[in-house]
């Protein structure tokens, strides 16, 4: 795994949210986290697992280690010591905005990813209905769609920041 080649969720690597159920919580909870720990640095080996549950990542600032993490402290940037034999402190802003500059306004990828708030919100509405009829592919394959691989990952994430305050906003009005 290189740092030219990685992007959030990279391929093969099961999307589906570890160990939690998709609800549009868990869902969104999900594409936040992704687009987070991206930002700082750190690539998932497995799909999310919740705020408090090591989550084991691939760091690529060194591109050099994996390890377990909690989100809860990776969200946070904390500790900012990553782990023993990262390259010194002093480098990571210039590996991190080298990073930075892989990262795409908008989803060129084969299988479109949701990147606009329309899109988001009637993503969880689509794997709810493929439960409802027991149809396991296609609710996987809406889950992969939703949170899988995508260079855009930080403008899904902030489709689903949008998403998410425009129904708080229905909720407060009702
Ligand atoms: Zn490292
Ligand atoms: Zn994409």
Redo the contacts with the bound molecule.
């Keep these: 795994m290189s740092i030219t080649t990685a992007n959030p969720g990279a391929s093969g690597i099961g999307s589906y949210p570890n160990g939690l159920q998709p609800t549009p919580r868990n869902l969104t909870s999900a594409a936040l986290a992704l687009a987070r720990i991206y930002e700082l640095g750190w690539l998932p080996l497995g799909g999310y697992c919740g705020s408090d549950v090591l989550w084991h990542v691939h ?1 690529l ?2 591109d ?2 994996s390890g377990p993490r909690f989100y809860s402290h990776l969200r946070r940037n904390r500790p900012a010591f ?2 023993p034999g ?2 010194a402190k002093s480098e990571h802003p210039a590996a991190l905005a080298k990073l930075a500059l892989r990262a795409r306004t908008t989803c060129s990828c084969q299988i479109t990813h949701p990147t606009t708030e329309g899109d988001v919100a009637a993503t969880p509405a689509a794997i709810a209905e493929a439960q409802i009829q027991q149809d396991t592919d296609r609710m996987l394959a809406q889950i992969d769609r939703f949170l899988g691989a995508c260079p855009a990952t930080g403008a899904r994430a902030d489709a689903v920041t949008a998403h998410l305050l425009t129904v708080q906003n229905i909720r407060k009005k009702a």
Excluded: E, P
């Design positions: 760091c600032v060194c050099d280690w990553r782990h990262c390259i």
